[in-house]
């Protein structure tokens, strides 16, 4: 008998320790993981500069609490609101439904009443706000159905339709890719609809760069690819360097909403965390932002030309796999070729590879993962 909750699809063997893009189990195996821990490590295992800076912060001290200003939070909240371009602040907590919660508290703070929107297959976290933000029916229903949270589809007539007749909207939701939904890229013509309608009705625009922020797509935000203007950004995952660690980044005229007393957190932020942070957002510059985006044309490039791949989405190196035929996908066989990959609900393979992946680890990638497709056909 296992005392751990039965919540997950594990994989069936041990991980012994990690390097890179590469995990070896306890019996000397090596792996690819295309997935970094669900988008976690940014600069892939055990990267040197950021064990480092844990390292050093851990001789100092693990933990403090928020009586104390460790000086890495103010480096980190700093670099979060000027990769903004605007005045901001930033709230830090442990995990993205963190920060949507902290979003949820600003929206309620400012607008008492007023829907709420989201779309469907938008992942904003499973606390129970969280929760009832997040477009999954399938997750969501069986504990909260808030009727003051409208989901729509990507459609444009839906959305101009929903704006023109609703009056009272307090705010709206936005994951500029779908990293649980399959990584389609919202279409441009519904952020054109979004923008224009909150420049009349006055709604907060959440964006969730969960999974997408952090130079994942070849810009620092994801929603800086399209003509956008957050109130609020939601950050979590590859931020902590592999240690829990989220934001919630609160710009112009909301960045002083909360006050003293009205929200808090233990951990957040812890100070190895911070150290580890530290060291992600010194290694992202327009250099590497660069780098980002040339690998990911030639992933693209790579995996649009195998015969059994239908398409290719996403943007940068968070990229997305259909297949023509998924319906006998299983990770197993993905496994025998060294190959750890992430499999969505919807067949959906899901890469979320690290900034600094070469050209010579997208073409093993690659090749594995052809020899694994033939073994599926």
């Not at 090749?367 to 694994?372: E, G």
């Amino acid at each position: 008998m296992s005392y751990i909750a039965n919540t997950y699809n594990r994989y069936p063997m041990k991980i012994s320790r990690g390097k890179g893009i590469y995990l070896w189990d306890d019996r000397g195996n090596q792996y690819i993981d295309t997935f970094m821990g669900i988008g976690v490590l940014l600069f892939g295992h055990n990267h040197e500069k950021v064990i480092d800076a844990m390292k050093r912060k851990m001789e100092r001290y693990v933990h403090l609490s928020n009586f104390f200003l460790d000086e890495d939070a103010e480096f980190i909240a700093e670099r979060l609101v000027k990769e903004t371009k605007k005045d901001g602040r930033v709230f830090f907590t442990n995990s993205g439904a963190e920060s949507t919660e902290c979003a949820l508290k600003i929206i309620r703070k400012v607008r008492k009443s007023g829907k709420i929107v989201s779309f469907d297959k938008n992942f904003h976290g499973r606390t129970m706000k969280a929760l009832s933000v997040t477009g999954f029916p399938n997750i969501r229903e069986q504990f909260v159905n808030d009727q003051d949270v409208v989901f729509l589809p990507y459609d444009n007539d839906t959305v101009t339709n929903f704006f023109e007749r609703e009056s009272d909207i307090a705010a709206v939701f936005v994951e500029v890719i779908h990293g649980s939904g399959g990584l389609d890229v919202i279409p441009n013509d519904i952020l054109n609809i979004i923008s224009r309608y909150k420049k009349e009705k006055g709604f907060i625009l959440v964006v969730d760069e969960v999974q997408s922020g952090l130079g994942r797509t070849g810009k620092f935000y994801a929603y800086q690819h399209f003509d956008v203007e957050p109130d609020i950004v939601t950050l979590a995952k590859g931020i902590g360097g592999g240690v829990p660690l989220g934001a919630c980044i609160m710009l112009g005229e909301y960045a002083d909403v909360l006050n003293k007393g009205e929200h808090g957190s233990t951990f957040a932020p812890n100070p190895v965390a911070l150290a580890g942070g530290r060291a992600v957002l010194e290694m992202i510059d327009e250099k590497l932002l660069a780098h980002v985006e040339k690998m990911g044309e030639l992933f693209e490039e790579k995996f649009k030309s195998l015969s059994f791949v239908s398409s290719v989405k996403g943007m940068g190196l968070m990229r997305g796999i259909s297949l023509a035929k998924n319906n006998v996908l299983k990770a197993e066989v993905f496994l025998e070729h060294g190959l750890l990959v992430n499999i969505l609900g919807n067949g959906t393979i899901r890469f979320l590879l690290p900034l600094n992946i070469n050209e010579e680890e997208i073409e093993e990638v690659s090749l594995k993962f052809k020899k694994a497709l033939s073994q599926l056909q």
